[in-house]
């Protein structure tokens, strides 16, 4: 099981890293769910973007590096542990940015 876990944060890293890498690098904010209705609205701005680009990119490396930890401990505890903190970090760190990005209107 903690292979199969393994696997999945890899290439749950390969996705977050490709869209981080597209909305922070690129500037494809359309990746972001409503963010030109948002943006046109006046409730977000570029900033509130790159903040989701980088969350994303440092996702992909908290991923990739547990990920690749996981094949090679190859303990389910382990495995399950770093996923769940993962998630939970991540809902965190995005959760925190909707709330403090969006304007009031």
């Not at 292979?3 to 890293?17: H, N, P, Q, Y």
């Not at 690129?26 to 900033?47: C, F, P, Q």
């Not at 509130?48 to 190859?74: K, N």
């Not at 996923?83 to 909707?98: D, E, P, Q, T």
Request: net charge positive; glycine share 10%; charged share 10%.
């Amino acid at each position: 099981m903690h292979v199969a876990l393994g696997i999945i944060m890899i290439l749950m890293a390969l996705a977050f890293g490709f869209f981080g890498y597209m909305i922070a690098m690129r500037g494809k904010y359309a990746l972001i769910t409503n963010y030109v209705m948002e943006r046109h609205a006046g409730k977000v701005d570029s900033a509130y973007a790159q903040r989701v680009g980088w969350i994303e990119i440092f996702a992909a490396v908290y991923f990739l590096l547990f990920g690749i930890l996981t094949l090679c401990i190859g303990t389910a505890g382990f495995a399950w542990t770093v996923f769940i903190i993962g998630v939970v970090l991540l809902a965190a760190a995005a959760l925190l940015n909707l709330f403090l990005g969006k304007r009031m209107s």
